[in-house]
């Protein structure tokens, strides 16, 4: 997926917050960590077993200063976590972690440098520093198995959308636009989806024209963002329209048939100030919908329309709860709680009203979480 540094609005996948608690760290732990430079081998990651439901995790302890180091851990469905990098406590900041290659064997990672890139393999442990041509911002990879990075570099308010090697030589520009500074792909990754003015554009991965996908009533002004693929052949999209302020979520059919509302157009008196994303679940339609004051909500949209907020058991009360993917009857949840300085990651049943904890962190811990494979699974974050 590509990174959340450029994309407007946005929850999921990628999501840096300030923490606290305790690390459940179910086999590892950041003073064990404390080397740079451990090694996927070393610790005995079941490769054969990565897959869907996993998680890849940068985390610090605390604030970044000399005291605490930086450990990026797998993260399997059960919790069980194991240390595939650590850098050293400093207080220069670690690479920020972006995107997790489809062949699960690459890290991508901006920084710390201006538009500087990282990449760490993670059967190895080598990590590899570079800059993309023209030093354009890296922003994921594409898909399915990350052979090409996805990059980013804006010119005279025009995006430049492109694809680069695994080195940083440019290989194909994909698209020129006003809106082109993300991007979806599908998950056979020959296509992908991009933001526009009154909807999307779907862009081959060999580049040309790309074929508009418009929604209608729209806010020109303001553009429509491609929040995930539905399936293969129709994409979820957040659009403001015209004469409203908050965000709706639309169904748009790659063939250019009519989009459809996936959800109700939120009246000013709602508590839900827009929707932002869904996952369909056995249990029900489930939104992730903004709250006053930036915050996020967890909303069941039922057939008519209306909603019903969802509460997730054993997080505090003044939480903002994002949704990173769905599994099953799951969602992955990082719990943000603004009165604490807390945050956690958690497996969340809605239907049992039931969590199993991966992560709590100290107090001022960062974590910053990408799910496996996520191209039609999982949105990216602002």
Known sequence: MFSEVWRRGRIGALITICAAGVLAAAGTSTAAAASAGVSAASAGVPWSQVGPGWTLAEY?????TTKYATTLYLISPAGAKYAVYTWRASKTAPPRLDAWS??????????????????????????????????????GYTYPDGLNIVGINRSAGVWTLARYSLTGTLTKVLLRSQFAYAGLYSSNGTELAVPAADGV??????????????????????????????????????CVAAEYNAPRLWLVPTSGAKPTALTTQRA???????????????????LQSAGACGSLLINKQSASGSITPVTVPGTAANTTNAIVTAAGQDLLIVEHNYCVAGNSLLWFNPAAHTEKWLIRA?????????????????????
């Open 362 to 382: 100290p107090a001022y811990a960062s974590l910053l979480v990408v799910a496996y494979n996520s191209a039609e699974n999982a949105p990216e974050v602002q």
């Open 268 to 286: 000013a008196a709602s508590h839900d100030l827009g929707d932002l994303n869904a996952w369909r679940l056995p249990s029900g339609l489930y």
């Open 102 to 139: 489809g062949d699960k064997t690459r890290a991508l990672f901006s920084g710390p440098g201006a538009a500087q890139t990282a990449q760490i393999d993670l059967v190895t442990g080598k990590l590899s520093r570079f800059y993309l041509a023209g030093h354009a911002f890296a922003v």
């Open 201 to 238: 554009e779907q862009v081959s991965n060999a580049g040309g024209t790309p074929k508009q996908l418009p929604v209608p009533g729209a806010n020109r002004r303001l553009g429509c963002q491609p929040e995930r693929w539905w399936n293969t052949r129709t994409i979820l999209v957040q």
């Open 60 to 64: 610090t302890g605390g604030p970044q």
